[in-house]
């Protein structure tokens, strides 16, 4: 009988750990690792658990904030940009979160972060939880998870996009961007890159892809025309094209013979592309297979 009403209650908490968990890691298997080891724990926590959901964001939040420092090392000798892990769901059911707080972007900002200041940030500014419950989730002060705080949205707000995009705009500019790279449209190009345009390749040094980040028109087209984007993204269009949900914004599948990719667009406040991002590793996209 508690066994029971154990699961129901881990169950109806479980969306918002994943997403939780998401957020922390930047990786889908990693946060289903991490939700199913505090499922763990709470089938072998006492009957003394009065509030289900925060003990199980406390779990949670450090479980991951286990995993954020035992992965130091194996980040810095990642080969290439870092990208997370493509996360493909409808938009958040949960009111407090904002398609954005998922975008690739967004992430990206968070890796400026210690595993403490992203830990405080997210809790805070995504889940809206006051400082005193962050303070006890994360066994700190109440004025030291303020001090965290602060210096987290500093960070965030200098790496994070000032403008959100609209959703049609964002398919518009990928469907155009996706048909003039395949047919080497260079001046269609030009005219859908801004001229501080970034573009990011993450094939993890399993699959072929820039091992920097590429920044200004230039050095994008540089690519687009050479051998790399055609090992890439394919020239000739891949067998399979297939438009997705990719972290709150608009993406596309790409499958080819040697396995998917998943491309993303950020548009600018000029109606023009700002970033790309492009998932090749495998080890990324596994949950992508079939």
């Known amino acids: 009988m508690r066994a029971g009403a154990d699961l129901a209650r881990f169950q109806a908490e479980r969306p918002r750990l994943r997403r939780l968990a998401y957020r922390m890691l930047g990786s889908v298997a990693e946060a289903e690792d991490v939700v199913q080891d505090a499922w763990l724990r709470w089938s072998r926590a006492t009957d003394e658990v009065e509030d289900a959901a925060a003990w199980l964001v406390r779990v949670t939040t450090r ?7 035992a992965a130091r090392a194996r980040r810095l000798a990642y080969r290439g940009p870092w ?18 707080d998922v975008s690739v972007a967004f992430l990206l900002a968070l890796e400026r972060l210690s595993p403490l200041e992203r830990a405080v940030f997210l809790l ?47 398919e518009r500019l990928m469907s155009a961007f996706l048909s003039a790279a395949a047919g080497g449209d260079v001046s269609a190009l030009r005219e859908l890159l801004a001229q501080d345009v970034v573009m990011i390749t993450d094939g993890g040094g399993q ?6 980040p590429l920044v200004g028109q230039e050095d994008v087209l540089r690519l ?27 993406g596309l599948i790409l499958r ?26 495998p080890e990324k996209l596994r949950h992508l297979a079939g």
């Open 63 to 69: 479980l991951c904030l286990d995993r954020l420092r």
């Open 83 to 100: 990208l997370p892990e493509p996360l493909i769901e409808d938009a958040p059911v949960d009111p407090a979160e904002r398609a954005e």
């Open 124 to 170: 805070h500014e995504v889940f809206d939880e006051d400082y005193a419950k962050v303070a006890q989730t994360l066994g700190r002060s109440e004025a030291a998870v303020r001090q965290l705080a602060k210096r987290a949205k500093t960070h965030v707000q200098s790496a994070r996009p000032r403008f959100a995009p609209d959703a049609a705009l964002a």
């Open 207 to 212: 699959r072929s892809a820039a091992l920097r």
């Open 224 to 250: 687009i025309r050479g051998l790399a984007w055609r090992e890439a993204v394919a020239a000739i269009p891949p067998p399979e094209v297939r438009a997705a949900t990719i972290n709150g914004a608009p």
């Open 256 to 281: 080819r013979a040697d396995g998917p990719t998943t491309l993303v667009v950020q548009p600018d406040s000029e109606g023009r592309i700002a970033a790309l991002y492009l998932v090749r590793n």
